[in-house]
């Protein structure tokens, strides 16, 4: 099975800010990963897929990289609305199987 | 566009069961993979198992194994997912998702279930 592992847990930031968020994967997994944004009551949102792309609709000021096992969310000026929690995802694994990261609390500093 | 609406909230016993169903809306639902995952109160996301309809046979997370089934009705583009020999730490919302297809990410709305004695 693959793991994956993010960090920070939690993060203290201000509106304005540069943030990173890192997942590592336990193997390989090529750029088959998605980012989500949480907030309470509600189902996750994709933010980022295959590593690096945006969705429609997503601002541009998230962004992804990475290949392999080791991947970054770049949030670069952080705004009220994005006080959220976040988790990565891979879909290397053959489908229906995923693994979730444990995702990172971002809160207002 | 494709929906997934899930069956409402239940408050179940323990050692009862629990069965939740996801209809599916949209383009090509039997094609590709449902999964459910499930978020207990406070925690992150656990992924439980999923099912590709036209292909019938689920898998399942290893901390699941026995307890979860996962089947798909292609007639009506529903999936359903039983948890038996519910526990109180088995208190979580549950959502099925489509979520191996890059931008084309879905979730349902998510079901409540409370183990309650």
């Known amino acids: 099975d693959i793991q994956m592992t993010q960090s920070p847990s939690s993060l203290s930031a201000s509106v304005g800010d540069r943030v990173t968020i890192s997942c590592r994967a336990s193997?390989?997994?090529?750029?088959?990963l998605n980012w989500y944004q949480q907030k309470p009551g509600k189902a996750p949102k994709l933010l980022i897929y295959a590593a690096s792309n945006l969705p429609s609709g997503v601002p541009s000021r998230f962004s992804g990289s990475g290949s392999g096992t080791d991947f970054t969310l770049t949030i670069s000026s952080l705004q009220p609305e994005d006080f959220a929690t976040y988790y990565c995802q891979q879909s290397y694994s053959l489908p229906p199987e995923i693994t979730f990261g444990q995702g990172t609390r971002l809160d207002i500093k | 566009q494709v929906q997934l609406v899930q069956s409402g909230a239940e408050v179940k016993k323990p050692g009862s069961s629990v069965k939740v169903s996801c209809k599916g809306s949209g383009d090509s639902f039997s094609k590709f993979a449902i999964t459910w995952v499930r978020q207990a109160p406070g925690q992150g996301l656990e992924w439980m198992g999923g099912?590709?309809?036209?292909?019938?046979?689920?898998t399942y997370a290893h901390d699941f194994q026995g307890r979860v089934s996962i089947t798909a009705d292609e007639s009506t583009s529903t999936v359903y997912m039983e948890l038996s020999s519910l526990r109180f730490e088995d208190t979580a919302v549950y959502y099925c998702a489509r979520v191996t297809d890059g931008e084309r990410n879905y979730w349902g709305q998510g079901t409540l279930v409370t183990v309650s004695s």
């Open positions: 193997q390989s997994i090529s750029i088959y």
């Open positions: 099912i590709i309809p036209v292909l019938s046979t689920p």
